[in-house]
């Protein structure tokens, strides 16, 4: 069971230095905003903690097991999609910082779904036209779950139903479990200080399956040093 995700977990440690080092600053740009850039750069960092919380904090087996999902690679995706989705809609409410740490994630992102493409041996055209046809359906879905997130669970439901499930969903159960699974996430993200998510990009996710349902508990301010690490 889930051996898929196990593979490419253990992979992920080869991943994240490559991201740590992307979209370098040139010695011209360090010289004329070094101040600015130094806040920029401590957001990509937090930008890559909070993206990579996405990929190893996330339980997919359980997601696999409840919500009665193949372990493929496009499981893996969809489930990840939510989740850096629900991250996008915290950030962007942190004004001009929070949409800028939304662009890096989505970049972060890009670049592990190619790297766990290739680790998977992917015929690197193939990958090419799979990673244009997951773009698109990948903008599709945000559209998608920020009209469901707006409305009622029944629109948020059909949001699931569409893009997660794939329109294959037949258990209502299933949709109500993940509809409830969002809505108290979303509510523990936005119980999260947004300064401390800027500066440490640190975000621990609920159970799909609350041992205690009626607790959303708030969760512990991170820990960081002067630097924002």
Not at 166 to 191: A, G, H, I, T, W
Request: overall charge neutral; charged content about 20%; some cysteine.
């Amino acid at each position: 069971m889930a051996l898929l995700v196990r593979v490419l977990r253990n992979r992920i440690s080869q991943w994240v230095p490559v991201c740590s080092l992307l979209v370098p600053v040139s010695s011209t740009q360090a010289q004329w905003g070094r101040a600015l850039s130094g806040t920029f750069q401590k957001i990509k960092i937090a930008a890559l903690r909070m993206y990579t919380s996405c990929v190893e904090k996330t339980d997919f087996e359980e997601f696999f097991l409840r919500c009665q999902m193949p372990d493929t690679f496009n499981s893996w995706f969809l489930i990840t999609l939510l989740h850096v989705w629900m991250c996008l809609v915290r950030m962007k409410q942190e004004g001009r910082s929070g949409k800028y740490m939304c662009r890096i994630i989505v970049h972060f992102m890009w670049e592990d779904v190619e790297q766990r493409g290739r680790v998977m041996g992917v015929n690197s055209y193939i990958l090419k036209k799979n990673m244009i046809l997951m773009t698109n359906n990948f903008y599709a879905a945000i559209l998608g779950y920020d009209e469901g997130i707006l409305s009622d669970d029944h629109g948020l439901a059909a949001a699931l139903w569409r893009t997660f499930f794939n329109q294959k969903c037949e258990d209502p159960r299933q949709l109500e479990l993940l509809v409830e699974y969002v809505r108290k996430q979303m509510q523990y993200l936005d119980s999260m200080n947004g300064e401390d998510l800027l500066l440490t990009g640190e975000v621990s996710w609920r159970p799909l399956v609350e041992k205690n349902p009626q607790s959303v508990l708030k969760p512990h301010s991170p820990t960081y040093n002067d630097e924002g690490l």
